[in-house]
């Protein structure tokens, strides 16, 4: 079993202002404060993307979602900010229903961003597809209002669907399954979500800490419900919580609170919804 207080206690110890904010949010859903919103939003911009690095002026398709991500854990996919975020991941969407980086970022792009890319191009729209999802349940949960994304989101689904193999695997990245089985629920893509799934559950017991509470935090996301699959990230997060409360990132000790604040969004008892 997970321990969540081990956890909590090791996010309240080694996290930064920003990453303690979301841990509030992701206990009790208390707001964060403006400061905790405006280190994330100073970044962002002009376009409305995010920069890879901190320094740099052109938009990322990947460090886009995961300020969108860390956001999310703020309270919601709200106001200005993620507007401008979520207005500029559509407008850059490829006409075939693609996201790719701009060619500026090359010299810098990890594998998984790398422009031109086949890998990364099924990974970044799979990505990019889950966040404009998640952005839509947040705004509709109940689907009463037609999405406001709906011919973005078809396109990117189409996409995905047309590279996966007839066994359900898929031609990129592990996290490109997923998001991708995320993005393809919600678009009614139910088989197909389904066959991601199984190969996903047949990959678990290899997965990273990182992969396993990305994958859960994630599924639980998009309301797929607290199925089998979920169980068994779960199950496996417990096997490899370290005696710290904390997990290993997949990209340093740098990272690891993050991953402890993912595994937490996957295996809390309730879910909070930010005002409207």
Same mark, same amino acid.
């Given at each position: 079993?997970?321990?969540i ?13 920003v ?9 009790t ?9 405006e ?17 740099g ?24 900010a993620?507007?401008? +975020?979520?207005?500029?991941?559509a407008?850059?969407? #490829? %006409? *075939? /229903? @693609? $996201?790719?980086?701009?060619? &500026? ?50 396109? +990117? ?7 996966? #193999? %007839? *066994? /359900? @695997? $898929?031609?990129?990245?592990? &996290? ?12 009614q893509?139910f ?14 017991r290899?997965?990273?800490?990182a ?24 199950? #496996?997060?417990?096997? @490899?919580?370290?005696?710290d ?17 993912i ?12 005002p409207?």
């Amino acid at each position: 079993m997970v321990d969540i207080d081990a956890a909590v206690g090791y996010v309240v110890a080694h996290g930064d202002p920003v990453e303690r904010a979301r841990l509030s949010f992701l206990r009790t859903g208390t707001m964060p404060s403006a400061t905790a919103l405006e280190r994330i939003e100073n970044e962002q911009t002009s376009a409305g993307g995010w920069p890879a690095a901190g320094d740099g002026w052109v938009p990322s398709v990947d460090a886009t979602c995961f300020r969108l991500a860390e956001l999310d854990d703020l309270g919601g996919l709200h106001g200005p900010a993620v507007e401008r +975020a979520l207005a500029w991941l559509a407008s850059v969407q #490829r %006409p *075939d /229903g @693609t $996201w790719q980086e701009a060619e &500026a970022l090359a010299a810098e792009a990890p594998p998984w961003a790398m422009p031109g890319d086949p890998e990364a191009t099924l990974y970044l729209t799979s990505v990019a597809g889950f966040w404009l999802t998640v952005a839509e349940v947040e705004a509709h949960p109940r689907h009463e209002e037609p999405a406001r994304y709906a011919t973005v989101l078809q396109a +990117a689904a189409r996409f995905v669907v047309g590279r996966l #193999r %007839p *066994d /359900g @695997t $898929w031609p990129s990245f592990l &996290a490109a399954g997923w998001h991708a089985a995320g993005l393809l629920h919600e678009q009614q893509f139910f088989y197909e979500s389904a066959q991601v799934q199984l190969v996903l559950g047949d990959r678990l017991r290899g997965m990273s800490p990182a992969d396993a509470a990305n994958m859960a935090a994630a599924l639980r996301r998009v309301n797929l419900g607290d199925d089998w699959l979920l169980q068994s990230a779960r199950k #496996r997060l417990g096997e @490899t919580q370290r005696t710290d409360g904390g997990w290993d990132s997949d990209e340093g000790p740098l990272f690891d609170v993050n991953t402890t604040l993912i595994a937490i969004r996957a295996c809390r008892r309730t879910a909070f919804n930010a005002p409207t």
